[in-house]
C-alpha cells in the first residue's frame, strides 16, 4: 500500500480560546453524534445537563433512551484540564473509584456559538463529536 505525498495529516484538533463555564451550564440537546461504543446507535433523546455542584464543582447529568426504550442515566463529573477551560476530562465512575488512573474521558470544546446555543465538542483522536444544541431541534 503506497502513500499519497499530495494527502496532509489532518489538523490537530483546536479548542475555543475559553470556555466560559458558567454560561454553558445547563441542557443542551444532542443533535448529532458520531457512534459510541458505550452508547447504543439506536439511543435516543439525549440531553446532556451541566450543573453546579453542591461543592462548586461541575457536575453532567446525561439522559438518553434506550434501544429498549427504558431511560439511561449516567452522572459524571467533568474537570477543566487547561486555563481555557475548553478542554476537560470527565468520568462517569462512582467518586470513590474516579482516583483509578485511566478513568477519565476527553470532552473537548471545539466551537462555541457567540451565545452559547450551539456548541461542537470531540475528542482530540476525533473518535467521538456531538453537535449539541440548547432546542431539542436545530434550523438548517
Known amino acids: ?12 484538533i483546536t479548542t475555543v480560546a475559553h470556555l466560559d463555564l458558567d454560561r454553558y451550564l445547563g441542557t443542551w440537546f444532542e443533535i448529532f453524534r458520531l457512534p459510541l461504543k458505550w452508547e447504543k446507535a439506536q439511543a435516543s433523546d ?9 461543592d462548586g464543582s461541575i457536575k453532567t447529568d446525561n439522559r438518553c433512551i ?3 426504550g427504558k431511560p439511561d442515566q449516567p452522572i459524571g ?25 485511566f478513568t477519565k474521558g476527553d470532552y473537548w470544546v471545539v ?8 456548541a461542537l465538542v470531540g475528542t482530540p483522536d476525533r473518535a ?4 449539541l444544541s440548547r432546542s431539542p431541534h436545530l434550523s438548517d
Request: hydrophobic share 40%; no cysteine.
Open 46 to 54: 439525549s440531553i446532556a445537563a451541566y450543573l453546579l455542584d453542591t
Open 128 to 131: 467521538n463529536q456531538w453537535l
Open 66 to 68: 434506550d434501544a429498549d
Open 1 to 12: 500500500m503506497h502513500e499519497d505525498p499530495h494527502q496532509h495529516p489532518p489538523q490537530a
Open 77 to 101: 463529573k467533568p474537570v477543566p484540564n487547561d486555563a481555557s477551560k475548553a478542554r476537560l476530562k470527565v468520568s462517569f465512575l462512582p467518586q470513590y473509584l474516579r482516583w483509578l488512573p
Open 111 to 118: 466551537r462555541v456559538a457567540a451565545d452559547y446555543t450551539v
